[in-house]
C-alpha cells in the first residue's frame, strides 16, 4: 500500500472518532485481521459491548468467502431491466401476490400499524431471501468484522460490527449465528447495526428473531417507517415514499425494482 493512501485512510478513520482513530490499521488479507481484533475490542468495550459480544469478536474468523464476494458485486451494473430478470422479478411478483391472498391478515395488520404496503414489504422479502428460502450460511459476527477490517468500507461496517456484537449480547445472535455474505441477517437480510436498532418482536415471545417471519417483516415495516415511511403516500420514483426505499439499498436498480414490483404484487 502507498503512503499516499495509508494517509487517506488513517485520515477517513479519524472522522469516525477519537477512539477509532488509535486503532489497528485495516487490512485486505487475513494477516494483520488477529491484531485489528485486539485493537477493536477496547473500541467495542467503550462503544458499550458486554463481555459475550467480546468473546464473540475473540472467537471471530477473517472470512474469505466475504471479501471475495465483495469484490464480486457485479449485479447492481446491470441495467434495470437486466437486473429483474437476474432476480426473477416475474417469480418474485408471482409469489408475493399468493403468500399475500394466502395471510391477508397479518399483512394488514403490518400495514395498520406501519403504514407500509405488503407489497413494499413481500418484494423485499422475495428480493433478499426468496422468502426466506435461502437466508445464508456465513457466520455472522466473522463477516461483519471482516469487512469492518478490510480497507475498502471500513467507516459504513464498522457500526454494523459494533451492532452484531450487541446483538450478541442481547441474545438476538450468537458467535455462529449464519447469514449472507456481508453479514445480512434473517428473512430480510438485516444488516447487523440495523437489526439492533430496528429489530422488534412482533410473535409475541418477547425476542427479536430476523429468522421469525413475523419478527423479520414487522422489523421491517419499523425500519421503514422510522426512515421516515409516510403511510398513504406512493413509494414510485419522484414519490415521496422512494426516498425511503433507498435507506434500505443504496443501488438505484435494486430501489426501482422493488417499487415496481411492490407496485404489481399490491395492484
Ligand atoms: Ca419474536
Redesign the pocket.
Known sequence: MSVFKTLIIAGSALTLSAAMAAGAPCGNNASGFERWKADFAKDAKAAGVGQRGLQALASAQYSTATIRADRNQKSFKYSLSKFMSVRGADTIVAQGRKRKAGNPGFYQSLEKHFGVPAGVLLAIHGMETGFGGFMGDTPVVSAITTLAYDCRRPQFFIPHAIGALKLVDRGTITANTRGAKHGELGHTQFLPGNAYSYGI?????????LY?L??ALASTANFLRKKGWKPGKGYQQGQPNFRVIKEWNAASVYQQAIAIMAARIDG
Do not use: L, P, Y
Request: hydrophobic residues 25%; glycine residues 16%.
Open positions: 418482536d412482533a410473535s409475541g415471545d418477547g425476542r427479536v428473531d421469525n413475523a419478527d
